[in-house]
């Protein structure tokens, strides 16, 4: 034997040496685990037998506890109770109580007695021995605190009929039972949680006898119920369950043989290897430590790189332990902080690097990052070693290693003191911007305010004088003044509209109107300027002129009157035409205005730049046709704020159409042609208090408001109107804004405070501050409306019609009107050419000797004692004064044609205005002015 193993080659002795321990150990485990995993079979078997029978027992008693709870509710339905205690209940109405509750089991059926036992209601017949039934149902009758009773009626195979007694009880006291049959077949109900097949169920009743007996090849047991003794007999076939522990046993051994198997042929590989090739082994072990080593140097070698990336990088790093202690920093650290590595590491960077001026916020901020071991990035003011201080942006990252554990803080610091500078030369370029368009929003609406006081009284006395008696030839005069005139006011209001737009301050004020207040008087005044130029111009319209809309009138007007000023314009020869109409759909009402032309027409090229700021279709055009370039523009504007649309069509040297399309409402009030009239006719009588500083300008509004009817009354200032509401009532009050001793704004917060019916008076601002500002701080007064000087007597009609209409339907007033008299009621602005230039004052008021005699009458009453006023003013440094007083001298001598004097008190006005003191020669110069305008003013009222 020894001879045949020293025979054997290594591999063979290991081979044989697998070969008897598989041997060994399967005869092993068949000696001594085989017996222990039969009896441990048998046990599991027994163990789960026993499971089995409680898991079926629970089964049964949780269906007939639910049925048990589920009768409970119907023994306890207050029918049937009354019923048991001999309610004159009906026997079909018992079966509705039965058959509307939670029953489910079509076939339960149920029987009702009274306390005596007696049956009162029956749906089945008892076949038990009358014994059993009075024994449990004299039980369920009497016991103290009765409980359900089951009984087993009869039986037929696994088929039985069990009979449950239910107490009906009425305030704690057995009044009666329910007794209810349920048919169970114990085959059927296990059927789908037990192979029914192979056991043997039944229900056994105390002191019955058991048909199951245990025997040989089956093991029995029972589970008891808790009803009166009730339990159920569950018997399991041994045979089967030996068959199974057999199979299971061969399945073990079979899956034993194959894991050794496996396991020795496991061995043998492994320890092929490791024993008979050790060598082979340990070269693959030297070449992977080689591979290792290689990749360590590597990595070596891109940890310096890295390194060296840190070191050399422009940003400062900074690296810190988790206690925050720099433990790293490079080179642009040392740079920009001054501070040392060595002097860096161990310390905490904001002890070296903060001071005084630190935002302590952010430094919180930083501080909770850190602790929270969070991200973070933030702005902070740093100081160096010098204690010179710079702006860095921070970015500190935690960094953690494999295990999750905090390793260290790394610190980004990027220097952006020289962005903050770069940001803050912005921030101040964008401060000058802001403050030079502010200042150009001041210089429009000073110039919009000093052009429209002058010429507030140029076209006010022109639209007067065109309703006098005139010959053709002034007819034609004072047409041409008025264009002329409306014309420049044309300009100045497409310029403060470009600004507005630029400041997107445009808006929109809607209110209701109808198209006849729209295009009143318009179509006729153009009909003749067109007439002049011997053009067609036909109006075609499609809508009810009674028609009322909700939407901006005058912004619509606005749209209406550049679109035909601009065909007028550009047409020579030929026709305008102008269509109106309504377009409807299911959802929006659009109104579509289209103006069409036989003018010079523009070429294609153009069609999208006639729409920009300042352009028109050629530049040639502006030079021979002249305009602004502004008024397409602000058109297309305009027509964005309504979300409306505007397109052209046009043809070179053959016309052009334009057609504008804006979404509209409907007005739900409408007012007719009959109730317009009546309003107008409501204003006779009507009494108007006129705050006015200016006379000219007084003096139109007065007769404005006269020719309709309405009585007037003027105030010079806040201070005189308050006192004249004082003295009397009035309808409605004419506002201006800048006015001496006490402003418009003032007097109308003063006004609206009173505890008088005054409070409620309707006050019309009347001003020449085109600014939407100016004119929002005069509406949050408590202003109804603003009408921009000079006044169109449409305008003035609509606000009337607006807001004194409805004011004096619920107000009347009684107070009568003083009497005016030139002296006190008007407050005079005039022009010059020289001193005082009187046949151009004749001309443009149409040689009215009368009406210029008033004008020069009330510049004498105003202004006779105003050279001593100055004087003294200008002694005693009072600059609000000299304002004032210069600033009436500028707009009564423009008015009267007196340049010479309207251009020295404009000089001392824009003085006075910055809080200079004018020279003494300049201010005696002004009195002089003033005084020889006064002789020439006193020579004429002499001699006429």
Known sequence: MIKFLKRLSSRQMFGLFIAVGFLLTLATSELLIAPQTDTALLTAQNEASEAEVIMAGAYLKQYLEERESILKQVANNPALQGFVLGSAISKSEIRDQITTSQINDKRLQINLVD?????????????????????????????????TEVVVLSQLGNEYQLLLLIPITYSGSVEGALLAKLPLDLNSFYASILETAKR?????????????????????????????????????????????????????????????????????????????????????????????SKLLRESEAQARTLAKVAEHAKDSIIITNPDGRVSWANEASSKLSGYSFEEFVGQKPGHLLQGKDSNPETIAEIAAAVKAQQHIR??????????????????????????????????????????????????????????????????????????????????????????????E?????????????????????????????????????????????????????????????????????????????????????????????????????????IFLSQIQTQQTTSLQIEVADTG???????????????????????????????????????????????????????????????????????????????????????????VEDNRVNAMILSTF??????????????????????????????????MPKMDGIEATRLIRKLDSRSAKTPIIACTADAYADSQNMMLESGVNYVLTK?????????????????????????????????????????????????????????????????????FWDEFSSAGLE????????????????SHSLKGSSASLYALALNKIATSVEKQAREQQLPSSDLLDELVKTLQQTLDEVRLYLKNH
């Not at 301050?505 to 207040?517: A, R, S, V």
């Not at 297309?636 to 052209?648: H, M, Y």
């Not at 003035?796 to 107070?815: G, H, P, R």
């Open 115 to 147: 306390f005596s036992g007696e049956l009162i209601y029956q749906e089945f017949e008892l076949t038990l021995h009358e014994t059993t039934i009075d024994f449990h149902l004299k039980k369920a009758l009497n016991d103290k605190s009765p409980s």
């Open 200 to 292: 043997q169920l039944s229900i056994v009743e105390p002191n019955a006898e058991n048909n199951l007996e245990s025997t040989e090849f089956w093991h029995r047991v029972e589970y008891q119920l808790p009803y009166s003794g009730l339990a159920l007999s569950y018997g399991i076939d041994t045979t089967q369950l030996q068959q199974r522990r057999e199979a299971l046993s061969k399945d073990i051994a079979l899956a034993t043989v194959v894991g050794f198997i496996c396991a020795f042929a496991l061995l043998y590989l492994l320890g092929y290897q490791l024993i008979l090739n050790p060598y082979k082994q340990l070269e693959l072990s030297r070449l992977k430590l080689a591979r290792n």
């Open 378 to 471: 933030r702005e902070l003011l740093n100081y160096n070693k010098d204690g010179h201080s710079y702006w860095i942006d921070i970015d500190i990252s935690p960094i953690f290693d494999a295990t999750g554990e905090l390793e260290s803080f790394i610190a980004v610091e990027r220097e952006t003191t020289e962005q903050r500078r770069l940001q803050q030369k912005v921030a101040e370029a964008l401060s000058k911007a802001e403050t030079a368009s502010q200042a150009k929003s001041q210089f429009l609406a000073n110039m919009s305010h000093e052009i429209r006081t002058p010429m507030n009284g140029v076209l006010g006395l022109a639209q007067l004088l065109i309703k006098t008696p005139l010959n």
């Open 473 to 577: 030839e002034q007819s034609r005069y004072l047409h041409s003044l008025q264009s002329s005139g409306q014309h420049m006011m044309d300009i100045l209001n497409d310029i403060l509209d470009v600004s507005k737009i630029e400041q997107g301050k445009l808006k929109l004020d809607p209110h209701n109107f109808c198209l006849e207040q729209l295009t009143d008087n318009l179509f006729s005044s153009y009909a003749s300027i067109a007439s002049e130029k011997s053009l067609e111009f036909t109006v075609n319209t499609s809508i009810d002129k009674n028609t009322w809309y909700f939407a901006d009138a005058s912004r619509i007007r606005q749209i209406l009157l550049n679109l035909i000023n601009n065909a007028l314009k550009f047409t020579e020869v030929g026709s305008i035409t």
């Open 600 to 690: 010079i027409g523009i070429d294609q090229d153009r069609l999208t730049s006639i729409f920009e700021p300042f352009n028109q279709g050629e530049l040639s055009t502006t030079r021979r046709y002249g305009g602004t370039g502004l008024g397409l523009s602000i058109i297309k504007q305009l027509v964005q704020l309504f979300d409306g649309r505007i397109t052209v069509h046009s043809e070179l040297g053959k016309g052009s159409s334009f057609m504008v399309t804006l979404p509209i409402e409907l007005a739900s009030a409408q007012k007719t042609q009959a109730i317009v009239e009546a309003e107008q006719t409501l204003f006779k009588g009507a009494k108007a208090l006129v």
């Open 705 to 738: 408001l006269e020719k309709r009817g309405m009585q007037t009354r003027v105030a010079v200032n806040g201070l005189e109107a308050l006192a004249a509401i004082n003295e009397q009532q009035f309808d409605v009050i004419f506002m201006d804004n800048h």
């Open 790 to 858: 000079p006044l169109s007597e449409t305008e003035l009609d609509f606000s009337l019609q607006k807001y004194l209409a409805e004011f004096l339907e619920v107000n009347d007033s009684s107070m009568p009107v003083e009497g005016n008299d030139a002296e006190s009621k008007y407050d005079v602005k005039t022009q010059d050419l020289s001193i005082l230039d009187i046949e151009q004052l004749r001309s443009v008021f149409s040689q009215d000797n009368q009406l210029v005699s008033l004008l020069l009458q009330t």
């Open 870 to 885: 100055l004087t003294d003013a200008y002694q005693a440094t009072d600059f609000e004064r000299l304002t004032l007083i």
